[in-house]
């Protein structure tokens, strides 16, 4: 039933595969897949996870806001050289090993500290690697049996997220990653673009080279930045000047109270609301949340490659 309803959303892949796909080639398990070490090698993983890692770490634990440019910056490369060398011909399964090291760089600061940039030039360059990582996934999920150089393994390609594994090409694996990609996307859209509203996004195009515009870019991150003392209130005025005709009420469960828009709220609404609030503020909160999600993912990513190469052939790079 769950696969009926995730894939009746969408025609069928079969039908898709066969517009995009000319030629698919059925696997036979087990298959070899050339090793490529520039990209999936022993000592790439490592480097990622150790810069991910520390770089969290440091967003985290940092306080002045100018001290964090270099290290944004350095995530920001990280992941736009790791989108560009997975445009080559790739085989499937190093196409989802990139996209790993991807989610790796790219997830757990966005939910540290993405949305706070006070760089106009960091904030662009984040626009962009969250445009082309999307877009890249959209790419891999509908190529994914005729993907790269050795589409004789792409059947065969396992993968495993957030601990669900399996083969990626199966029809409700595809589904679930296309749903997941659309609905990042429309959060990642409502973080960057309308919290702060689309004329500050924009803004940010003019501050590069005005220094007038850049100091009004970043003096209205200062002034509507939430702490743990503001939030709410700065929450309720935000629902006020959206909309004057709704009733902010009080509703109380577990000791907290916060403001909603309707006279009364459901469980799962209250639960959701607090959810995107708590990976607001704190900042150390948001550290500790980032850092255990990129534990899962690093354990996923190396699941990965356990799942997909020998022993043997899990090589340097």
Not at 71 to 83: F, K, N, R
Not at 96 to 118: D, G, K, Q, Y
Not at 212 to 221: D, E, G, L, N
Request: hydrophobic residues 45%; charged residues 15%; contains cysteine.
């Amino acid at each position: 039933m769950a696969q009926q309803t995730i894939t009746g959303i969408i025609p069928k892949w079969s039908q898709i595969d066969s517009k995009v796909c000319s030629n698919i080639i059925q696997c036979q398990d087990p298959c070899v897949v050339q090793a490529d070490p520039d990209i999936a090698g022993i000592g790439v993983r490592v480097a990622t996870y150790t810069q991910t890692i520390c770089n969290v770490l440091y967003l985290g634990f940092v306080s002045s806001a100018d001290r964090t440019t270099a290290t944004y910056g350095s995530l920001i490369l990280t992941s736009l050289a790791t989108i560009f060398s997975s445009q080559t011909q790739l085989s499937l399964y190093h196409a989802t090993l990139a996209i790993s090291l991807l989610n790796i760089t790219m997830l757990p600061t966005h939910v540290l500290e993405s949305w706070r940039v006070r760089s106009p030039g960091i904030f662009l360059a984040q626009q962009l690697r969250l445009i082309m990582y999307f877009g890249i996934w959209l790419w891999i999920v509908f190529q994914m049996p005729c993907l790269g150089s050795e589409s004789q393994c792409n059947l065969c390609t396992r993968t495993s997220f957030l601990g669900f594994r399996g083969h990626i090409t199966r029809s409700l694996n595809r589904s679930w990653i296309l749903a997941l990609v659309l609905v990042a996307g429309y959060f990642a859209l409502r973080t960057h673009v309308w919290f702060y509203g689309p004329a500050h996004a924009w803004g940010s195009v003019p501050a590069l080279i005005s220094t007038r515009r850049k100091q009004a870019w970043t003096a209205y991150i200062d002034t509507t930045q939430e702490s743990i003392q503001n939030y709410r209130v700065a929450d309720t005025q935000r629902i006020r000047a959206r909309n004057p005709r709704a009733i902010p009420a009080i509703n109380s469960r577990a000791g907290i109270k916060a403001p909603t828009s309707a006279e009364t709220s459901s469980w799962a609404s209250r639960v959701y609301h607090d959810a995107l609030l708590a990976i607001r503020v704190p900042r150390y909160q948001r550290a500790i949340i980032s850092l255990f999600l990129a534990c899962i993912l690093i354990l996923d990513t190396e699941k990965t490659v356990a799942l997909n190469l020998a022993a043997s052939r899990n090589q340097w790079g």
